[in-house]
């Protein structure tokens, strides 16, 4: 399992906050990199979750390394997004679209 985050530069909420993480079935983030290379609904996702006008997009500078409890992360970061309650709900639906949750 890996987890994936998504980091509020404007909150001043710790990272480690659970409300911006989902758990992803990934074994590490070599698995999760083949995946979002191979996958073009990535691509197509990223790209509008990266450039949309919407209240939910704005993501950037990708991050991954390891919690201080030794899992493995992969995530984004962004002052820009203004609802981040549904940008993560965009995001886990679009793992659970590909069975990608860590049940």
Same mark, same amino acid.
């Given at each position: @399992? ?6 509020? %530069? ?6 480690? %906050?659970?409300?911006?993480?989902? +758990?992803? *079935?990934?074994?590490?983030?070599? %698995?999760? *990199? ?9 691509? +197509?996702? @990223?790209?509008? @979750? ?8 704005? #993501? ?11 899992? %493995?992360? #992969? ?29």
């Amino acid at each position: @399992m890996i987890r994936f985050k998504l980091f509020d %530069e404007t909150s001043g909420i710790d990272y480690d %906050e659970q409300k911006y993480i989902i +758990n992803l *079935n990934f074994a590490d983030s070599d %698995e999760f *990199n083949e995946f979002a290379a191979q996958e073009s609904d990535f691509d +197509n996702f @990223m790209e509008k @979750m990266e450039s949309g006008d919407k209240p939910w997009c704005g #993501v950037h500078d990708f991050d991954g390394s390891t919690d201080d409890d030794g899992i %493995e992360y #992969v995530g984004f970061s962004s002052y820009e997004i203004q609802d981040f309650d549904t940008a993560l709900q965009k995001w886990y639906n679009f793992f659970d679209k590909h069975k990608k949750i860590q049940k």
